[in-house]
Structures are given as structure tokens and as C-alpha cells.
């Protein structure tokens, strides 16, 4: 057994000789140096071999290049502060010094000084043990630089995000580059814009999916004009390649430096965009152009110029990267904005070539509504024909082709003319659907259509109307604000008949109303048919417009503000004598559509005329000269759509055309340098008008008050 509690025998510790100590320190791993701490200096006296392994200096070595000078950035004046008022007080100290090596390099150091005391406490010696701190602050720099590294990568995928968000918002066909250019600006360079190459280079103001704005902004083209430095001619110039031209026509793609103040052949892209970004930079110093390219060729250009420094040595190869993202999708962007600007028109163009355009007919108030879905860049088969067979027969016709693609259009052309060819011939509904199912399986036309045909037939003053429907929606019949659905004389799609049609009939009264109808018009996608068409019952029961365009324009406004599909509309009203007693019920509200056209200039001024005479306001001619300056300066200078509005304020007639061109309407003002503007000239003569910001762009309206007009024969 063990006592525990018994004495525990510590054995003594043997004596350690000074020649086993001084072998000790010698052979230690830590760099060690003994400073004479008599003197102020702290000379050194002995150095250890890991010292003279690490500095390459012996005690004497060390001792006679003590003093040497530090270069002026690796001095530590605080620190060496901080270790002579510890000596002063005899207190162990530890600082981060920089020391020189015998090679002459110099490198950071952790310096511990320790006091040696003599029995009568003054310090005889300083220990200094010496930590090169060279590896361990590489490898901080190393980690500095890799998290900086991720840094900036994290801030240019950021970036990118950002512009990739700008980049989404095109529905109204512009989209802000300089707002673009101001992130770029904030985040990355010192100064960027953005240059836009539509047959002449020009500064862009934003996204331009068709044309530009008329008038705006200074362009190098070319004609030769340019806003570069001047050629005085006294100069001996040695003009320099056209770097920017090369970008532009496509012999380049990477970006280019260009010297603001340098020497380009006259008349150049590059000395025009030099002279522009002098004009226009917040910085001074080399400029950096980007190529902005589409599919097929250089759209624009992005210009920058680098916070410091000179080219592109100047921008980190992760800002570098950003900048040619940015242009490389900006261009994709709008090479795809035009593209769909340019399919839109041709569709619609199109689509509009084979529809009737609105022609008087002899007895009845007939109007007439066509709207492709501004969604759909494709055309579709959505059609209607108004046919005045005799002067005492009238046919109204409305279909639509499945799809919305060429094929569809192409068969909806070959139907409208085969039944335009028929309803001639044979007036009857039914026998003439029969003749065309018959031609139309001889010709295989490889989509279905479904349609109504009707004749209205007038005898004595009075109208019958004659139908017969294959697979379409059924025509809504109004009579003193009740609404039926003429859902006989049904039968399949066409060509799909395979046996006789139906011809079904209605004798009408003076107001009686009826409407013809697409899908698009009542067909959502949180709703289906037959809820679309009780909606439409709904709208037509409660409209108060004693005409057809009045009915036609309460429809839209309540079913057709944000349509899914194509729309076709027609409205047919049989004429009553108590229209000029009620007249004051009919809403004072009419609206156009119209393609960004010469034609549309024409079809506004004949719908212009044809109001004023519908509402006995006088001075037609006078709206009509108005309505056909706005619409003129949207259709030249605009882009997009055209939409007219007529509005009776009960003083005058209020007119309003939009396109989608924000730039605002110029007149002249007496300037005779400036082409064009006269129009607007002649809007002010006639009315008080004026112009708004809208959602797609600008609307100018004019006011025509006819009390206030100038007779015909002055204006």
C-alpha cells in the first residue's frame, strides 16, 4: 500500500554549467541578440546562429550596420518610439520593426526587448528575440487578395444584374442607356455613354427600336457634318486610321483606344465622337470604345473613360469584363427590339392590306373596329368585310382563321376572297357557305376558320336580316336595350360542312343594333367563352350611344383596354327618326387605332369628318386640317402605333394623338435654319393645344373651339 499522504520527494535539480547555457542559446531556433544596455545606442554584443541564419549578419556585422538608414516607406516611427521610452523605464517591450538583411532587403520583423537587471536594478543588458513576420503577411496579403478577388467579382456579377433588369423594360420600345451609362459611371469608370448607329452615329438618349426622334441631338453621318475639332487648314495634320469607323462597319471587335485630342481624318466617326466626348466628359484622359453589336452588325457604341491612369491597362480585367457584357447585351437587346418593331409593322401592314377599309353604306349606320394584340408580333386570321351587294342588300362578313402565323393569314386571305366572290353571286347565307365549304376542300386549306355571313336586305324601309354561322360566336341582336343571341343557323367550321347550311332570318326595326364579333374581343384567360359573351350582353344592354360608332367605342372601353388576342368588330344600327331627338344621350367619345403610316393620315381625317357631321359641329373643315397635322407629325416623326381620340367638351372638340416618340412636337418659331415645324404652326392658328408624357410615349391634344376659329377662307 501507498501512503498518500507521506512527503512527496522533489529530487534536486542538477546544476547547469555556464559553458552548457551559452551552448544552449547558441543552438536555440529563435533569433536572439544581446544589446549593451549601458549604452543609449543598445549596441549589439552577441547574436546567436539562427540570428546570423536569418539576417546574415555576425555580433560584429550586426553591430557595424546597426544605424544604416531605412528606405523612407519601411520606417516604423511609432514603433521605434514606443521601444525606446520602454528602455527608458526598463520594461520588456514588443514591437513590429523593419530590419535589413545583410543582402540589403528589408523585412518586416516582431521584436521582443528584454530587460537584463543587476542586483542594484539598473539594466546591464536587452534581450531582443527576433519573428520574421515576411510569411506570415505574405500569406494575409494572399488572403487580402483572393477575398478582394471575390470582391470584385461579386460587384461585377452584380452589375451585370443590374443592367440585365434595365434591359427588361422595353414595352415602350425606349429604354433609358443613359441610366446604363450612370451605373456604369457609379460602379465602375469615370464618365460612359452610350452611341446609337442608325445611318449616322449620334448620341443616344435610350433604346430606339425603330427610328430616332426627329431633331435631336447632334450626328456624325454621311453627309460630312461633324462636331469635331476644327481643321483650321494651316496645320500639317498626318490624320490616323479611323478606329471608330472600323468598330462600326464590323473589321474590328474588341475595343479600341481613342485619343480625345488626336489627329483623324476630317469628317471621320473618329474625329466626330473625339469631339463629341470632349464636349460632353466630366474627365479628362483617353477614351475606351466598346462595339455595341447586334446579329448581323454594329448597332452603337460604348464609350468610357477610366477613372486613372491611361487605356485599357487602366480597368481591372473584371471591370473590363463588365463593360463588354454590358455592350454585348445592350446591343442584343435592342437588335431585338427592332427586330420585333420591324415584324410588328410588316404584320400588321399586312393584316390591315386585307381587311375593307371603312366605306359608307347606303341606309345603315355601319362602324367598323381592328386591332392586332400588341403582344403578338405575328399576324393573325381574324377578319370582317362589309359588302354593299345592291343598293338595297348589304353583306357583313366576320371570321377568324385558328393560329396567328403567315399560314393563318394566307388562309384567311384565300376565304375573304371566296366569299366576298360568292356572297355576290348568291345572296342567300347558307347556299353560299355550301359553295365555299365545297371550294374550300378542293383547295385544302389547312386551317379551319369559323365565320358569319349575313345579308341585310331592304324592302319598303324596312331591313331583314339573313344568316347563317359556321363554328363562330353568335351576333348579338339589340332591340329597346334587350340583348338575344342569334344562336340558330349554326353549323361546323368551314369545310367541314359535308351537307346543307341553315339560313336563318330577322326582321329589324328602326334602332335595332347588331354586333359582330371576334374572341379576342371577350376571351381572357381568367374567364372562357360563355362567360365572355354574358360580359358583352351585359356592356351592349347597358350602352346609352345612339350610333354605331358610339356603341362601338362604349364596347371597347369596357372590354377591349387590354385584349389578349386579335379584335374585330362590327357594328350595324338601323336608323330611327328619334336619333336627332335623343341624340344628347350619345357619350361624346371616339377612338382610333391606327398603323404608323402615310395612309393613316387620310383614314383620320375622313373619321374626323364623319364625327363632327355625326354630333352637328360645325367647322369641320377646320378639325379636319388639325387631326391631319397631329396625326401627319406622329406618323413622320413617331413610331408605334397611332391612336386618336375625339372628345365633345361641350365648348369644342378635343383632340388627342399618341405615338410612341417621346420627344415633344417643335414649331419653327420663326428659326430659319430649322426644317419643319410649320404644322404645328397651323395647329396654333386653329386651336389651343399642347403636349403630355405618356406611358408610351407623348400625347399632343388641340382644343378646337368653333367660336373662336378663323373663317375658312384666312387660315
Not at 114 to 132: E, K, N
Not at 607 to 627: I, Q, S
Request: aromatic fraction near 4%.
Amino acid at each position: 500500500m501507498v501512503n498518500i499522504d507521506a512527503p512527496f520527494d522533489v529530487p534536486e535539480l542538477p546544476e547547469v554549467g555556464p559553458d552548457v547555457l551559452d551552448q544552449a542559446l547558441r543552438e536555440l531556433a529563435v533569433p536572439i541578440a544581446l544589446l549593451d544596455g549601458t549604452d543609449p545606442h543598445l549596441p549589439v554584443v552577441w547574436v546567436n546562429r539562427a540570428f546570423q541564419a536569418s539576417t546574415g549578419y555576425d555580433a560584429a556585422a550586426a553591430r557595424q550596420h546597426q544605424r544604416d538608414a531605412l528606405p523612407p516607406g519601411a520606417r516604423r516611427p511609432a514603433a521605434m518610439r514606443a521601444v525606446r521610452e520602454a528602455v527608458r523605464e526598463q520594461r520588456t517591450v514588443a514591437q513590429t520593426l523593419s530590419l535589413r538583411r545583410a543582402d540589403g532587403s528589408v523585412y518586416p520583423c516582431r521584436v521582443q526587448f528584454s530587460p537584463v537587471v543587476a542586483p542594484d536594478g539598473t539594466a546591464t543588458h536587452w534581450v531582443a528575440a527576433l519573428q520574421d513576420l515576411t510569411e506570415r503577411l505574405t500569406h494575409e496579403a494572399a488572403q487580402a487578395a483572393l477575398v478582394e478577388a471575390e470582391r470584385r467579382e461579386r460587384r461585377s456579377l452584380g452589375i451585370v444584374a443590374q443592367v440585365s433588369d434595365m434591359l427588361m423594360d422595353v414595352d415602350d420600345r425606349v429604354t433609358p442607356l443613359h441610366e446604363i451609362a450612370a451605373l456604369l459611371r457609379h460602379a465602375i469608370v469615370g464618365w460612359a455613354s452610350f452611341y446609337v448607329n442608325d445611318g449616322g452615329l449620334r448620341a443616344a438618349e435610350g433604346m430606339d427600336a425603330s427610328r430616332p426622334p426627329s431633331g435631336k441631338g447632334q450626328r456624325h453621318g454621311t453627309t460630312g457634318l461633324t462636331v469635331g475639332p476644327p481643321d483650321d487648314g494651316l496645320t500639317d495634320r498626318s490624320p490616323g486610321p479611323d478606329a471608330v469607323q472600323l468598330l462600326l462597319d464590323g473589321i474590328k471587335d474588341r475595343p479600341v483606344e481613342l485619343a480625345l485630342h488626336g489627329d483623324y481624318p476630317p469628317a471621320s466617326a473618329s474625329r466626330w465622337l473625339a469631339g463629341h466626348v470632349l464636349t460632353h466628359a466630366t474627365i479628362d484622359g483617353p477614351a475606351l470604345v466598346f462595339p455595341v453589336s447586334g446579329r448581323r452588325r454594329v448597332l452603337g457604341l460604348l464609350v468610357v473613360i477610366p477613372r486613372a491612369g491611361h487605356g485599357l491597362d487602366a480597368l481591372e480585367q473584371s471591370d473590363r469584363t463588365v463593360l463588354e457584357l454590358t455592350a454585348r447585351r445592350v446591343g442584343l437587346v435592342i437588335d431585338n427590339a427592332r427586330l420585333y418593331d420591324r415584324e410588328h409593322r410588316l404584320a400588321e401592314t399586312l393584316q390591315r392590306a386585307m381587311l375593307p377599309q371603312q366605306a359608307d353604306v347606303d341606309g345603315l349606320d355601319v362602324w367598323t373596329y381592328y386591332a392586332p394584340n400588341a403582344e403578338n408580333v405575328q399576324v393573325g386570321g381574324d377578319w370582317y368585310d362589309v359588302l354593299q351587294i345592291s343598293p338595297d342588300v348589304v353583306g357583313v362578313v366576320i371570321g377568324d382563321v385558328v393560329g396567328h402565323d403567315v399560314e393563318a393569314a394566307a388562309a384567311m386571305g384565300q376565304l375573304r376572297s371566296v366569299v366576298r366572290s360568292y356572297a355576290y353571286d348568291i345572296t342567300v347565307p347558307g347556299p353560299v357557305l355550301e359553295r365555299v365549304d365545297q371550294l374550300v376542300a378542293g383547295m385544302r386549306i389547312p386551317r379551319s376558320a369559323g365565320l358569319v355571313l349575313s345579308t341585310l336586305s331592304r324592302s319598303e324601309s324596312r331591313w331583314r336580316l339573313e344568316y347563317s354561322r359556321a363554328g363562330h360566336l353568335p351576333v348579338l341582336h339589340v332591340r329597346d336595350g334587350a340583348v338575344s343571341a342569334l344562336l340558330d343557323g349554326g353549323g361546323p367550321l368551314i369545310g367541314f360542312g359535308g351537307g346543307g347550311r341553315t339560313t336563318e332570318s330577322v326582321d329589324l326595326r328602326p334602332g335595332d343594333v347588331l354586333v359582330y364579333y371576334t374572341d379576342g374581343l371577350i376571351e381572357r384567360r381568367d374567364r372562357g367563352l360563355r362567360e365572355g359573351i354574358d360580359a358583352l350582353t351585359a356592356v351592349v344592354g347597358a350602352v346609352t350611344a345612339r350610333d354605331s360608332a358610339g356603341i362601338g367605342e362604349e364596347i371597347l372601353s369596357k372590354l377591349a383596354d387590354h385584349p389578349e388576342d386579335d379584335v374585330a368588330v362590327v357594328v350595324v344600327r338601323v336608323p330611327d327618326p328619334r336619333d336627332q331627338v335623343e341624340r344628347g344621350r350619345s357619350p361624346r367619345r371616339r377612338r382610333w387605332s391606327l398603323p404608323s403610316e402615310p395612309a393613316s393620315i387620310g383614314r383620320a381625317r375622313h373619321a374626323v369628318v364623319r364625327t363632327c357631321h355625326a354630333w352637328d359641329m360645325p367647322n369641320a373643315a377646320n378639325a379636319e386640317l388639325v387631326v391631319s397635322e397631329l396625326v401627319a407629325n406622329a406618323v413622320l416623326h413617331g413610331y408605334g402605333h397611332v391612336s386618336l381620340q375625339l372628345y365633345d367638351t361641350g365648348d369644342g372638340l378635343r383632340i388627342e394623338v399618341e405615338d410612341g416618340n417621346p420627344a415633344p412636337p417643335i414649331a419653327t418659331d420663326g428659326h430659319p435654319g430649322r426644317v419643319g415645324g410649320f404644322g404645328i404652326k397651323i395647329v396654333e392658328r386653329l386651336s389651343d393645344w399642347g403636349w403630355r408624357p405618356s406611358s408610351r410615349g407623348k400625347l399632343v391634344w388641340a382644343k378646337v373651339r368653333p367660336g373662336d376659329l378663323p373663317p375658312a377662307g384666312k387660315r
